[in-house]
């Protein structure tokens, strides 16, 4: 569609901007029908013809691909589950499970996260209407199922998930991280580190705490995960920003890391009287500050708790998704993505599953924005992927 397009003018009195349902209606007939028509072809193939009655001769006998919602395997908005992930390379973006919560201080149940989002996922299509924008049609999108974590054992779990996430990352797919408590953020991101060579990433942290203990409890917990990321050179602490900060859950040692180590921290306050453009502009001014990349950790309890109770630490006060969402894709139209993690979904505390679901939308919204700005699919291996995998290098003593 032609800026032109955009406008129309039926009096001859000037231009009149297109609603944006109106642009809606009109993308849509831009899109092609190939991913739809393939995924129907192999449900036939692989599911058998449906049985005479059924008159929608696209419907085979066992349920394969998107159809119905209700049924087939819980992968992420039913991608292909890839169970040899030495071919992830060969897909724009790998959906990867961390069910992971020994890292929990208070509420466990992170752990059933992955399989929460997936389950819920199937309620979603792969179009989105006001975007304009079929994932089926645009991206190759694979789920590779969960990293196989230790229970009881944080360090053991920390180094399966940074050598499964090294393994995605340098396969060229761009990696979604299903979480799992927010311990896991310094090891996803320690995965990512090890193919970047000498190139430095920024972190864009979504959440309602600081998340910069060096322990709790004597362990690296989920309080901690950016204290110990900001410990390498790859990951200067000046690049972190957190957005969405505040409430009665946000530890002093943590703060005190902050204060010394210059992160960028906005409050929803902050955020709400500055505007989301000024929000955007200062975490991407920040974390792009010397950076080759951002990494993006979408804690779901930075959302108002009212919105998502299916978390391991609510609090009351966060952003709405609307302005969580707004934020996200303004991010990442215009930062160079390397990765997304969301992280704290917990289904034993969720209601009617809204906590998953809004996980979901957040992914769906990121892939989505990453097609828009043209990130996806890649078109060459990002430079900033270095090939050989080097062991991170601390800054901090």
């Known amino acids: 569609m032609t800026e032109d397009s955009l406008f129309q003018n039926p009096d001859g009195n000037g231009q009149v901007p297109l609603s944006q349902a109106q642009r809606a209606l009109e993308l849509e007939t831009q899109l092609p029908l190939t991913g739809w028509q393939q995924e129907v072809a192999r449900g036939l193939e692989y599911g058998l013809e449906g049985a005479e009655s059924i008159r929608d001769r696209r419907i085979p006998t066992f349920s394969r691909g998107e159809l119905p919602h209700y049924a087939g395997i819980n992968t992420f908005m039913k991608a292909p589950y890839l169970e040899d992930v030495r071919q992830v390379g060969n897909y724009d973006v790998a959906i990867v499970g961390v069910p992971h919560d020994s890292g929990t ?125 900001t410990n390498m050179k790859n990951a200067p602490a000046k690049n972190l920003v957190q957005l969405g900060i505040g409430g009665w859950q946000v530890p002093r040692d943590g703060v005190k890391v902050c204060r010394d180590r210059a992160t960028n921290i906005l409050t929803v306050t902050d955020i709400v009287d500055m505007g989301i453009d000024a929000a955007v502009e200062f975490a991407l001014e920040r974390a792009l500050d010397g950076t080759d990349c951002v990494y993006i950790s979408f804690d779901i309890d930075c959302i108002d708790a009212g919105f998502v109770p299916g978390t391991g630490w609510p609090e009351p006060g966060g952003l709405l998704p609307r302005e969580a969402l707004a934020l996200l894709a303004k991010i990442i139209r215009r930062a160079p993505v390397c990765g997304l993690e969301v992280v704290e979904v917990s289904p034993p505390y969720d209601v009617s599953d809204m906590t998953a679901l809004m996980a979901t939308r957040v992914i769906c919204d990121a892939m989505a924005n990453l097609v828009l700005s043209g990130q996806l699919p890649r078109k060459e291996r990002p430079s900033y992927i270095h090939a050989q995998a080097e062991p991170e290098l601390v800054q901090w003593t």
């Open 105 to 229: 201080t208070y509420r466990p149940g992170t752990r059933f996260g992955p399989q929460g989002i997936r389950r819920i996922s199937a309620l979603y299509t792969p179009y989105n209407f006001e975007l304009g924008i079929d994932l089926r049609e645009q991206i190759t999108l694979c789920d590779v199922g969960d990293i196989f974590t230790i229970p009881g054992n944080n360090e053991k779990s920390f180094d399966q998930i940074s050598k499964g996430v090294a393994h995605i990352f340098d396969s060229g797919a761009f990696p979604i991280i299903l979480g799992g408590d927010h311990s896991i953020g310094f090891p996803t991101l320690r995965g990512v580190c090890r193919h970047l060579g000498d190139k430095k990433v920024g972190i864009i942290h979504f959440d309602r705490h600081v998340d910069t203990q060096e322990t709790d409890l004597d362990e690296r917990m989920h309080t901690c995960p950016w204290f110990h990321a």
